[in-house]
């Protein structure tokens, strides 16, 4: 649950908050698909199963 | 041609899919896969991602990707919002969210309005859809009126939605077949989508430039709409958590929703940048939202294909979004108003279903008044968007009252309404009605969709924190909040009796039987017994009944029918004891401080019966002073409560009071006392609870039985005393007759005359004795009696009418028992009569008499049938009988074990089949 919190927070950085401007700004929709992926790994790796010691 | 076999070709394998879904096995677990599960939730994905995205990308640059990038955030939050709000959506069974909402906030009116305003947001958006088909289909085929291929889509789709998604009474079932054939169509749309953008970057004949994308305009509005939107749609929340597997595999499927779902969103939305540039090259001034079948026209046969695409897209949220609707307007809207039907459970499928023709008529109609206003063919593109968005905004009003789920337990159903209604109408001013045409607020150019959301919400909350201040939250709805928040709040101050008493309940709304059958199911689930009553077993089985019920009526209906208070019950002519029953329950069981009302109605019932008792009771303290005294002892004491209070002693007759402070029974008069000491486990240490009743009338009446068996006896005995008598007579009658026509009255003669007169007047005396010459025996004058004289003279009574012998064995001269002599002889002339009865005439009936230090016995004996045990442990029950209709009453054991009790004796049978009967007859025996 802490990850997801993490991750979500790490998201709405890049998506929601005033650092989107970073990528949104490039008008690039190839820009825009690579941050997405981003997210998209970060809510991977949120979820996957965890390593048994 | 090619469109209507590739239309049939299409309609065929979404019902074959759907049908082999619902009927293969194999094809059922396949539904319960995590990518099947993340494919299906594509429903996300509209006409609007799949023709319109183009359209709005071309009008608001990156805007297009909020849209996709708002569930890819809500995906994020999957263990942390999904996870818990999957969990609480099963404990309670509930299907929509306005099932969630009317559950948390215990009101049918809550889900109603939430209703009310899915339902506007909705309609709208399943208008673009049909539109989105009918206009895409118009471009395939010159010609072709948008309006009839639209109805004829409707049509397949409510035929669908009917055969596939409405097919159960409750939506507490999942639908295999509708999880494959949405997850089928999601797929379908995304390869269609990805060949489309191939064939642009293959049949490009220039370099593809993606043209310059306006700049952003509501990016972050967008994003957080759509955000919002993934949790919140009526389709979305159906496939996520209605349609989702039971236990683990859910649970895995949401996990692994939290990358595949963006990822299926992202591949769908990657060639929609190539799309809009081919598009853009091959028609710079066409309609952006009709680029995916310009740029198939490429290719042969791809138009129709890419067509069938968009068809998918439309379908699949056509079909999930009426189902839906249905299930929240059948259970919030229908269910509450309408009595228990006969069949409960085809009407609910009946009104689903007419529920999901009234949504797609309304969205039709909604379609034709959009052609008109504004038709498809003659805009730029960016209309579906404008819509699909427009809907999100009116879900998103839905937003407050669901936070207040988790997060606001302050939150009230009053400003739960409150706020629904000011959002509801905001968003109605502001944002649905200029769809079709009606301005009546002016909105900034530059995210004005933003501003509009932004405004209806925060009206929204005010009216809620307004009406949540101004009505508070009631219990009801504090403990269902906790309910959301925990696992388990028992509110048990409301359980019935018995398992019957929630049949009771539930009849009024489902019909008894469909009540019945309910309870039945929720008791085979918990694996209880019917008569299991305690109070463990009873919550459990309607915290069961409510979570089942809460899928087939709502929430709202299921526990309002289960959660009856003891007042309502009251007012309800619920019957006494379940009444009574349901306070004690409610008093013991229910928190402190909750409870004063019920052990108020309580106490006072249980002084009322107290006062209404017939016989006399009071209860006594450990220093005999008087804590109760009730209405009858005063009536058979002849004094009242406040006379003997402090003043046991004084106020009563000696012999009373002092029966009073002794235990045990004891005769006073006519009265019977009898007092029982409690001790410390029971509560009341030193007590004494005493019982007096007035035997008198009861004994009168025992009398009178006795008396009536007697006659009835001497009635069966008139024909063998006729006979006993006739013989001596005619004897008197020849002899006197001899003397008269002899002259000769010799002393031999007069001998026997005088002998026959005796043995007539013995069987005659004896008749008397027994009957007492008619009179009722009220009084018991008891005197020392030996069971010898008893048997001889029974046996004297018995021999006159069934003319068989008895064998004495007698041994009980010397000991002799006080009793009233008839009484007796009345208990073994009915103990023969019945040995005689069963004894073939061959056989032997023998009475055995004998004693001991302290008894005097009597044995009954016969040779004859026998009894099973389960006759012989009725005989001594008032008019039980073997014998023939006519042969006997079945008073006779039934009057001698009442005698026999009175003398402080008892009688006892012992018989097997064919080994005969022995009754044994034993009374204290005499000082």
């Known amino acids: 649950m802490t990850r997801s919190l993490v991750v979500f927070a790490l998201g709405v950085t890049l998506l929601v908050s005033p650092a989107r401007e970073l990528w949104l700004r490039t008008d690039s929709a190839f820009v825009a698909f690579v941050v997405w992926a981003v997210v998209l790994a970060l809510g991977w790796w949120s979820v996957r199963p965890k390593e048994r010691p | 041609m090619t469109l209507l076999l590739a239309i049939v070709c299409w309609l065929l394998l979404l019902f074959g899919v759907a049908q082999l879904g619902q009927t293969s096995g194999r094809f059922r677990q396949l539904s319960k896969h995590p990518l099947v599960y993340s494919l299906s939730l594509g429903v996300y994905a509209t006409s609007w991602t799949y023709f319109g995205a183009v359209g709005f990308a071309r009008t608001s640059g990156l805007d297009f990707l909020a849209v996709s990038l708002g569930p890819t955030l809500a995906a994020l939050l999957v263990p942390v919002v999904s996870l818990p709000l999957l969990e609480v959506l099963r404990r309670h069974r509930l299907a929509t969210l306005a099932d969630l909402l009317a559950f948390r906030y215990r009101s049918k009116a809550v889900g109603a309005v939430v209703t009310f305003t899915l339902m506007l947001a909705i309609i709208p958006y399943l208008a673009v859809q049909v539109r989105g088909v009918g206009s895409t289909a118009s471009v395939l085929l010159d010609g072709l009126d948008p309006v009839l291929s639209g109805a004829a889509f409707c049509v397949a789709m409510v035929l669908f939605a009917s055969l596939f998604g409405a097919s159960h009474a409750t939506s507490r079932e999942r639908h295999p077949g509708l999880v494959l054939a949405v997850a089928m169509e999601t797929l379908f749309k995304l390869v269609a989508l990805l060949v489309v953008g191939v064939t642009a970057v293959t049949t490009a004949k220039a370099p593809l430039v993606v043209p310059p994308l306006p700049q952003t305009q509501g990016f972050v509005s967008v994003t957080l709409l759509s955000v919002v939107a993934a949790f919140l749609l009526p389709r979305q929340f159906h496939m996520a958590f209605a349609e989702a597997p039971e236990g683990e595999p859910g649970r895995r499927a949401l996990l692994t929703s939290t990358w595949a779902f963006p990822l299926v969103l992202l591949l769908l939305n990657l060639p929609i940048p190539l799309i809009l540039a081919a598009g853009t090259q091959l028609s710079p001034e066409g ?52 009595s228990a039907p006969k069949d409960l459970y085809r009407q609910l499928v009946l009104e689903r279903r007419f529920v999901i023709a009234a949504s797609l008529g309304l969205a039709f109609v909604l379609f034709v008044v959009l052609e008109r206003v504004s038709p498809a063919a003659v805009s730029r593109g960016g209309a579906l968007a404008q819509v699909g968005l427009v809907a999100f905004a009116g879900v998103a009003q839905t937003l407050p009252a669901t936070l207040g789920v988790f997060f606001f337990p302050k939150l009230s159903r009053a400003g739960v309404i409150a706020g629904l209604v000011v959002g509801t109408a905001a968003w109605l001013l502001s944002l649905a009605l200029p769809l079709v045409g009606v301005s009546l607020v002016h909105l900034p150019e530059v995210d004005g969709l933003g501003v509009a959301v932004w405004c209806s919400l925060g009206l929204n909350v005010a009216a809620a924190a307004l009406g949540s201040w101004s009505s508070p939250v009631s219990r009801e709805e504090s403990l269902a909040a906790e309910a959301c928040r925990r696992e388990v709040v028992d509110d048990d101050a409301s359980l019935p009796v018995d398992q019957g008493g929630f049949v009771e309940r539930l009849a009024p709304v489902l019909g008894q039987a469909s009540a019945a059958l309910e309870v039945a199911k929720a008791r085979s689930a918990l694996a209880l017994r019917e008569t299991d009553t305690s109070v463990t077993a009873m919550k459990r089985l309607k915290r069961q009944l409510e979570a089942d ?165 001497i009635g069966r005995f008139a024909a063998g005393v006729a006979h006993e008598v006739g013989n001596p007579l005619a004897a008197v009658m020849m002899l006197t007759q001899g003397i008269e026509r002899d002259h000769d009255a010799s002393p031999e003669r007069l001998s026997q005359l005088y002998d026959a007169a005796r043995r007539i007047d013995e069987i005659v005396r004896g008749l008397v004795s027994f009957a007492r010459a008619g009179s009722i025996q009220t009084t018991t ?141 034993q009374l204290p025996r005499s000082a």
């Open chain 2, 287 to 338: 309609n952006a939202d009709l680029y995916v079948l310009t740029v198939a026209a490429q290719v042969p046969l791809l138009p129709t294909l890419a067509w069938l695409g968009g068809v998918s897209a439309s379908s699949a949220m056509v079909i999930v979004g009426t189902l839906a609707l249905s299930n929240m307007v059948a259970t919030h809207w229908v269910t509450p108003l309408r």
């Open chain 2, 781 to 921: 004058a008891r005197q020392p009696v030996s069971l010898d004289a008893i048997a001889t003279q029974a046996a004297s009574l018995v021999q006159l009418s069934k003319n068989r012998a008895v064998t004495l064995e007698l041994s009980s001269a010397d000991a002799t028992t006080d009793a009233n002599t008839q009484e007796l002889v009345q208990v073994v002339v009915n103990l023969l009569t019945n040995a005689v009865d069963a004894t073939p005439n061959d056989e032997r009936v023998r009475v055995h008499t004998s004693f001991d230090q302290h008894h005097v016995t009597l044995d009954v004996i016969d040779e004859g049938a026998g009894m099973a045990p389960e006759v012989a442990a009725h005989v001594f029950e008032p008019f039980f009988t073997t014998k023939d209709v006519g042969q006997g009453t079945g008073l006779g054991l039934s009057v001698a074990w009442t005698i026999v009790q009175a003398h402080g004796g008892t009688l006892t049978v012992k018989s097997a089949p064919g080994a005969g009967t022995t009754m044994t007859l």
């Open chain 2, 549 to 713: 019920l809460s899928a087939l009526v709502g929430p709202m209906v299921s526990w309002a029918a289960l959660n009856v208070t003891p007042r309502e019950e009251f007012a309800r002519g619920v019957p006494l004891a379940e009444r009574i029953r349901s306070l004690e329950e409610a008093v013991a069981h229910a928190r402190q401080g909750q409870t004063q009302t019920a052990a108020e109605t309580l106490r006072a019932w249980l002084e009322a019966v107290f006062r209404a008792l017939p016989v006399g009771v009071c209860v006594l303290g450990p220093d005999d002073d008087v804590v109760w005294w009730n209405e009858r002892l005063a009536t058979l004491t002849g004094v009242a409560s406040a006379q003997v209070r402090g003043r046991l002693r004084t106020t009563l007759e000696a012999d009373l009071a002092q029966a009073l402070a002794a235990s045990g029974e004891h005769r006073v008069g006519a009265l019977t006392v009898r007092v029982t000491r409690t001790s410390a486990a029971d509560g009341l240490e030193g007590a004494s609870i005493v019982v007096v009743e007035d035997l008198s009338q009861t004994r009168q009446l025992e009398a009178q039985v006795r008396h009536q068996d007697r006659l009835a006896t």
